[in-house]
């Protein structure tokens, strides 16, 4: 029905419901609303009937239901124009009603009743909370329905259920939030002021912004203290490579003054050599006394310029580790006595007492005689230098027991201070005091002494002798090597006592030969007689007779003329060195030709070197010596090699043949007990004599310590990749008997066979 004023009033099974309509001047288009009734608003009942109503002419309404009928007049319709308003009720965490002033948890959360409160704070583990409200109006609340927000969580108003006026939230990050509540009453009339409720989750401390502030402290503290470090330990380490550069290049510059240092001592020594030989002449044809007095004081110190300069060189291979022994067997009473002997005449002429005391005849050893030399020369020269005239020098040598003998030096001289002793053998050390002051040398010559003695295994010590003087003392030790000794200590069974005995007899003889070939008597005698300290001399007057002897003597080096009758020098080194006999031997060729035609034929002959007459007599000398030094540096090359791996061998190629020949042989009978030296040269086609001085002269070895060296070889190869026992690989590489294989073994390798490589018993 429509009413009066022209509102539709429907009917339903459900009440009666009253549609206005209405246009807006802001908003296009008609509004609708809609009004419901029902009993509790006093209507008959719920149901209406079909096409029971009616308008009347006072504009009531009339509509016939299950239970009677209503009669209204629609504008005399008061409706409920009060507006809302609501209150909450209650406060709850974890389903706990908050009471006001009521401690929860120790904390106080209301100060007041929960109606009168705007502002909440509550901790982050409070965030499980509800709220319970009611809007304050009687007419009809449960046609009321209310509505909540919160801001900060959700901005859209949503409505609660009617019966049960709460809300709940759970699990709220900290932060501020604020709630809205508001109501609409049954006519649709909203609250104006919503309820607010400001509600603070409070973050726990890690999350509060003084924790955020810590943390960044914390973070932005350990940057700079990281950084600081880091700068601090480049810096550290920048300084280090710098230090240690600037170490380098310092050694760097030592090391490159030391080696022009030595060089140039090397060029001194030449031309201080011809100072000196040609000194000797003019001192002997000098008349006057004073001008033999000059020349000697021109001699004096060119000799000490020159032994200062063998010092300084000596010290520089002990620098680089270049220094190894020369060994050779001597009678070391014998040769210490040669070398006190070259003493007695300088301390004659200082009326100094000089005597040499042992009571030793002979003893057998193996030394290095140049280095034993130098020691005893630099004591004996110090015991000089710091002993006045007329005092008193003493050499003793004794035999501590039957591995040591003792060489002491006492002198009377200026002594040398308690604190010092110990100093004195440090390179480049004096002692400093006036004594003293005019005998400096370099400092070097008890380093170097103290050096050697090392290198030979013994030790060296300066003392203090109470009533005035020093005393040096030097240990040596020994294996005393008589032929009685050698006896009792036979080959180790591979080789037969006649090799042994053979190769004793020659290893007696020690002195290198030098064989001269020289047309011109007087030159050949002259050559001779200077050269016969050093070595000794074999003669030939020309080609044939120098290779008929050369062949026979097997001598270590030949000094040719080249001009010769019958044949000349360049021949005779041609079949010399094509000669498997005499290949190694050095050739040095003498001839007046100069130009570098003859010299060059000379070389082609394979002469090692060459010289032109006239020559001088030093650098002969030197020449000479510098070629048996390279004879011996390549004999250790070689031994290194054969020790190493016997089939990498490389030496001259007539040699190398002879060489290859002679291990393969040794390889292939090794296993024989009975193999020797004399079924080894008639395999190579030589005789035992010459086998021995070829095999001497390339490798410094004998033929029995060649074979041995062969088998001991084979046996660490064998200890290494067989299974078999020590004993069986002694037998199986030719050894019978294991004691002399243990011994052999530890003095080739430094260890017994049972601990070679991998080894253990
Ligand atoms: P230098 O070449 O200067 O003699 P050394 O190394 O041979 O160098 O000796 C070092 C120092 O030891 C000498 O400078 C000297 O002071 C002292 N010295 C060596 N031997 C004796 C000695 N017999 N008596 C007194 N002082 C000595």
């Known amino acids: 029905m429509e009413d009066s004023e022209h509102n539709m009033w429907i009917a339903t099974n459900r009440g009666l419901t009253c549609i206005r309509v209405s246009t807006s001047n802001d908003k296009p288009g008609y509004f609708y609303n809609l009004l419901s009734y029902d009993s509790s608003e006093g209507l008959q009942g719920e149901m209406f009937n079909y096409h029971s109503a009616y308008l009347t002419s006072r504009s009531e309404l009339i509509f016939g239901g299950s239970s009677g009928y209503n009669i209204f007049t629609p504008t005399t319709i008061s409706y409920n124009n009060n507006i809302p308003r609501i209150i909450i009720t209650d406060f709850q965490i974890y389903n706990k009603s908050i009471k006001p002033r009521e401690p929860y948890n120790g904390r106080i959360i209301l100060t007041k009743s929960i109606t009168q409160t705007n502002e909440i704070d509550l901790k982050y583990t409070d965030n499980y909370f509800s709220l319970s409200f009611a809007a304050l109006d009687y007419c009809m609340p449960n046609k009321s329905r209310y509505y909540y927000k919160l801001e900060g969580f959700n901005n859209q108003w949503l409505e609660t259920d009617r019966e049960n006026r709460r809300v709940t939230y759970t699990n709220l990050n900290p932060g501020k939030y604020t709630l809205y509540l508001k109501a609409v009453n049954n006519d649709g009339v909203e609250s104006v002021n919503p309820v607010i409720l400001h509600i603070n989750v409070h973050p726990p401390f890690w999350k509060t912004i003084w924790a955020w502030i810590l943390y960044a402290i914390l973070v932005i503290g350990a940057g700079i203290y990281i950084f600081n470090r880091m700068t601090k330990r480049s810096e550290r380490k920048l300084a280090y490579a710098r230090e240690n550069m600037r170490v380098n290049q310092q050694l760097e510059m030592d090391e490159m003054k030391l080696r022009f240092f030595t060089n140039i001592s090397h060029e001194f020594r030449t031309p201080l050599t011809l100072i000196l030989s040609p000194l000797e002449d003019l001192l002997q044809k000098a008349k006057s006394a004073d001008d033999k007095e000059l020349l000697s004081i021109i001699r004096r110190n060119a000799q000490h310029l020159l032994t200062l300069v063998n010092q300084l060189l000596d010290f520089r291979k002990l620098d680089t580790n270049v220094l190894t022994l020369h060994k050779s067997l001597g009678d070391i009473v014998m040769f210490i006595r040669q070398q006190v002997d070259l003493f007695v005449e300088v301390m004659a002429r200082k009326d100094i007492s000089f005597s040499f005391q042992t009571d030793m005849k002979q ?24 002993t006045p005239a007329e005092g008193c020098i003493q050499v003793v040598l004794s035999r501590i027991d039957d591995e040591i003998i003792r060489i002491v030096f006492n002198d009377s001289g200026i002594g040398i201070p308690e604190e010092e002793l110990g100093k004195i053998f440090d390179r480049f050390y004096q002692v400093k005091n006036e004594d003293t002051i005019h005998y400096q040398g370099s400092g070097l010559g008890l380093h170097i002494t103290k050096e050697f003695v090392i290198l030979h295994g013994g030790e060296v010590w300066a003392e203090r002798i109470p009533e005035g003087g020093t005393r040096f003392v030097v240990l040596l030790p020994y294996k005393e090597e008589t032929a009685a000794e050698s006896e009792s200590l036979p080959a180790e069974g591979e080789l037969n006592d006649d090799d042994t005995a053979f190769e004793a007899a020659f290893k007696q003889n020690n002195f290198p030969k030098l064989l001269i070939v020289e047309d011109n008597k007087d030159l050949r005698k002259l050559l001779g007689s200077r050269l016969r300290k050093l070595y000794a001399i074999l003669e030939a007057k020309d080609g044939v007779e120098g290779l008929e002897i050369a062949l026979r003597e097997i001598p270590d080096m030949i000094l040719s003329d080249v001009m010769m009758p019958r044949m000349d020098g360049i021949e005779m080194s041609k079949k010399i060195k094509g000669d498997i006999r005499t290949s190694h031997i050095p050739i040095i060729l003498l001839s007046a030709k100069t130009g570098e035609e003859s010299k060059l034929e000379g070389l082609m002959a394979g ?46 190629s007539l040699d190398e043949q002879l060489i290859k020949k002679a291990i393969e042989y040794s390889e292939a009978h090794l296993s024989d007990p009975g193999f020797s030296v004399e079924e080894l040269s008639r395999e190579l086609g030589m005789s035992r004599v010459h086998l021995y001085k070829k095999l001497l002269s390339i490798s410094g070895k004998t033929p029995i310590e060649f074979i041995r060296v062969i088998r001991l070889k084979r046996a660490a190869q064998l200890l290494e990749e067989s299974q078999l026992s020590v004993s069986e690989i002694a037998f199986e590489v030719g050894f019978n008997n294991p004691k002399y294989f243990r011994k052999y073994f530890k003095d080739e390798f430094g260890v017994l066979p049972s601990h070679y490589g991998s080894r253990s018993e």
Request: hydrophobic share 40%.
């Open 363 to 386: 003893l057998y050893m193996s030394f290095d005689a140049e280095k034993l030399s130098k020691v005893l020369i630099n004591i004996l020269s110090n015991a000089y230098k710091f």
């Open 607 to 652: 002469a090692d070197d060459y010289i032109t007459k006239p020559f001088n007599q030093e650098i002969l000398q030197i020449k000479i010596s510098n070629l048996i030094e390279t004879l011996k540096h390549n004999q250790a090359i070689f031994d290194e090699q054969i020790r190493i791996e016997p089939s990498k061998i490389t030496v001259n």
